[in-house]
């Protein structure tokens, strides 16, 4: 220690302001301590009781916040416990209204519909309706939209508020996707992502549930690098968060595009691992899924009788857990392998049956594709007839839709080679490779 006196060189730096004063007092306690030892004794003591002063005080602070945050816990806890409560009741009161009236009475409400429970009933709903009635899904979502925008920050917390407004805001995109509004859709997910890049999410899994639908927009646009980024990331974070299901769905999900692109030896191999994801999962639909996209996969190669055994290897209750859209996929598929085996008969039925279901629910692109199949039938009968009455209903059915110039091209072609008797199964295939890659993805699994 230092026991020299302060000199005059040291007293001007202080006041020069080249040093701080508190150098100064400690050249004075060295100093100090070094001439008395009892002085020195002292001050180290006052220092150790500040010290653990000032450590019991922190502990206080933080035993403070603790309780704060419990309480906080407590009471948002026993707000969701009456908002369960109360979810019946309030759903029960938009039963049988139209979506303008629900939207009205969900607007003008003071004291109902304030509830993340409420918007998150509206946001399963509009999942269930999605691919079956997409406009009554996007309906669902301006609700939940209505709903989170009336959720209290301060009862409910910023962070559960923020997650469910970027699922709404998603899904609501995702429903635009599927009515076909490509350029709504993507706008909606340049607000979004602009708005997390301020605000990241940190929940992985709902990252990955937003990176999942934005993948399914770049799909449909064709941008299968951008898509496939996503699907990639998607992955990883369903693997942090180890959602199982979410990483099997992922896959199929790539398998999809996989199969767009013409690639049905590398879907069946993701498909593969989908499979091998998703074993020990309660999903249902995702199996039956996995099971339908790889028959198609199989059909697309040619291994009719794998495709046949995919489906029979699927649980006899399987049936009862599928969408009406995944009834008629099953029926269209079934054809499919029928035509394939050379039960050209039961070819007929089956995809005669789901054309018609198509075209009942206006899904022109999936009956343009039945079509091709039920004029592979016809061209198997040699009923040259039947062929040419089909193409031109398919073709007139189409050119009343906004379709893609290239769909509406081939089937085009379809008719001029029907009508020339100059189809072959070749041509079909090339028609409906054509008509594969113009038409949007459907669903995989919820």
Request: aromatic share 4%; glycine share 6%.
């Amino acid at each position: 220690m230092p026991s020299g006196h302060i000199t005059v060189f040291q007293i001007l730096e202080v006041l020069e302001g080249n040093r701080s004063p508190d150098h100064l007092l400690r050249l004075g306690l060295d100093h100090l301590h070094a001439l008395c030892p009892e002085c020195g004794e002292q001050h180290r003591k006052a220092q150790a009781l500040y010290q653990r002063r000032r450590a019991r005080a922190e502990r206080g602070q933080y035993a403070a916040a603790f309780r704060r945050l419990e309480q906080a816990t407590q009471a948002k806890e026993a707000r969701l416990r009456e908002d369960q409560r109360r979810l019946a009741r309030e759903m029960s009161r938009l039963n049988g209204l139209s979506d303008a009236e629900r939207q009205a009475k969900i607007q003008n409400a003071r004291t109902l519909y304030r509830s993340p429970l409420v918007a998150e009933r509206l946001l399963e709903e509009a999942r269930q309706l999605l691919f079956e009635t997409p406009a009554r899904a996007l309906g669902r979502l301006d609700e939940a939209q209505l709903v989170v925008q009336r959720l209290a920050t301060e009862v409910y917390g910023a962070s559960l508020c923020e997650e469910l407004a970027a699922r709404v805001q998603a899904h609501r995109a995702n429903a635009l996707r599927v009515l076909g509004e490509l350029r709504g859709a993507e706008a909606l997910w340049a607000t979004l992502r602009a708005h997390l890049e301020e605000q990241p999410l940190t929940d992985p899994q709902l990252c990955a549930e937003l990176d999942s639908l934005e993948a399914s927009l770049q799909q449909d646009m064709r941008q299968f690098p951008a898509a496939e980024h996503l699907l990639r990331r998607a992955e990883a974070a369903y693997r942090r968060a180890d959602v199982t299901p979410g990483v099997g769905k992922v896959l199929v999900q790539r398998a999809l595009m996989q199969q767009l692109q013409g690639q049905p030896e590398k879907a069946l191999d993701t498909l593969g691992k989908a499979k091998e994801w998703s074993q020990s999962a309660n999903q249902p639909r995702l199996h039956e899924a996995i099971a339908h996209n790889r028959a198609l996969c199989l059909c697309d190669t040619g291994r009719f009788v794998e495709a046949e055994a995919e489906l029979a290897a699927l649980p006899k209750g399987a049936q009862q857990t599928l969408s009406a859209e995944q009834q008629q996929l099953r029926l269209w598929l079934a054809g499919r392998i029928a035509l394939g085996r050379g039960r050209l008969e039961e070819a007929e039925g089956c995809v005669g049956e789901a054309r018609n279901q198509f075209i009942g629910q206006r899904r022109f692109h999936s009956a343009a594709l039945a079509s091709l199949d039920l004029a592979g039938v016809y061209l198997a009968q040699g009923r040259t007839y039947e062929v040419k009455r089909l193409a031109l209903q398919t073709l007139r059915a189409f050119e009343e839709q906004s379709v893609a110039p290239e769909s509406a091209r081939a089937l085009r072609l379809f008719l001029e080679a029907a009508s020339t008797e100059s189809l072959t199964l070749e041509s079909l295939t090339e028609f409906r490779r054509t008509l594969e890659l113009a038409r949007r993805p459907t669903p995989t699994a919820s």
